[in-house]
Nanobody
């Protein structure tokens, strides 16, 4: 198994930037495809971004394309989510997740391990 811990959440203004990180421990992080999900109050958890085991392939939900970038540094057992041009609708708890898949998967049932989440709040 792998233990995931998110960091980097906080309060930012509209148009600002924030970088989230997800540290993995236990099994080697390169054994997993990784993803980011988010959940706003009163809404279901939704997919944000995913990256393959090697980092060669990525996938994004339409609402964040061109603004968010997922990346990974397997030597550091860390996955990142760079968030730019933030909007109030990006406000949510962001979760890091790990999948045994090789590809960048984008559905929650494909993920086997989850972090506890970090709050991102974007002010108007």
């Amino acid at each position: 198994q792998v233990h995931l811990v998110e960091n980097g959440g906080g309060l930012v203004q509209t148009g600002g930037s924030l970088r989230l990180s997800c540290g993995a421990s236990g099994r080697t992080s390169s054994d997993y495809a990784m993803g980011w999900f988010r959940q706003a109050p009163g809404k279901e958890r939704e997919f944000v971004a995913a990256i393959s085991r090697s980092g060669a392939s990525t996938y994004y939900t339409d609402s964040v394309k061109g603004r968010f970038t997922i990346s990974r540094d397997n030597a550091k057992n860390t996955v990142y989510l760079q968030m730019n041009i933030l909007k109030p609708e990006d406000t949510a708890v962001y979760y890091c997740a790990a999948s045994l898949a090789f590809r960048a998967v984008y559905t929650a049932p494909d993920y086997h391990y989850w972090g506890q989440g970090t709050q991102v709040t974007v002010s108007s």
